[in-house]
């Protein structure tokens, strides 16, 4: 099992940047892939980005793609999320999940495949 604790949310003009970052307990941080999915106020959560277990492959919703950038470093057992040309539609909370299937090949778009989810944190972009 795994917990995953979001930071770096916050209040930022639009046009501007955050970085958000998810740490993860537990030694087998680099057999989960990855994934940022956000829920605004009276919509479904959905799906942001997601990276493979070693990396080497990442996956965006087109509303983020070119202005959002996801990362890892397993030896921190940390997923940075960083997040550029903010615009007030992005305004949400951000939660970070973990995929432990061993068959995963690549990283899903999929909230049905993350089996562990952080609390999410707040991003607020002000026009």
């Known amino acids: 099992q795994v917990q995953l604790v979001e930071s770096g949310g916050g209040l930022v003009q639009a046009g501007g940047s955050l970085r958000l970052s998810c740490a993860a307990s537990?030694?087998?941080?680099?057999?989960?892939?990855m994934g940022w999915f956000r829920q605004a106020p009276g919509k479904e959560r959905e799906f942001v980005a997601a990276?493979?277990?070693?990396?080497?492959?990442?996956r965006y919703a087109d509303s983020v793609k070119g202005r959002f950038t996801l990362s890892r470093d397993n030896a921190k057992n940390t997923v940075y999320l960083q997040m550029n040309s903010l615009k007030p539609e992005d305004t949400a909370v951000f939660y970070c999940?973990?995929?432990?299937?061993?068959?995963?090949?690549?990283?899903?778009?999929?909230?049905?495949?993350?089996?562990?989810w952080g609390q999410g944190t707040q991003v607020t972009v002000s026009s």
């Open positions: 999940a973990a995929d432990p299937k061993a068959f995963r090949v690549g990283a899903s778009t999929a909230q049905s495949s993350y089996s562990y």
């Open positions: 537990g030694r087998t941080f680099s057999a989960y892939a």
């Open positions: 990276i493979s277990r070693s990396g080497g492959t990442t």
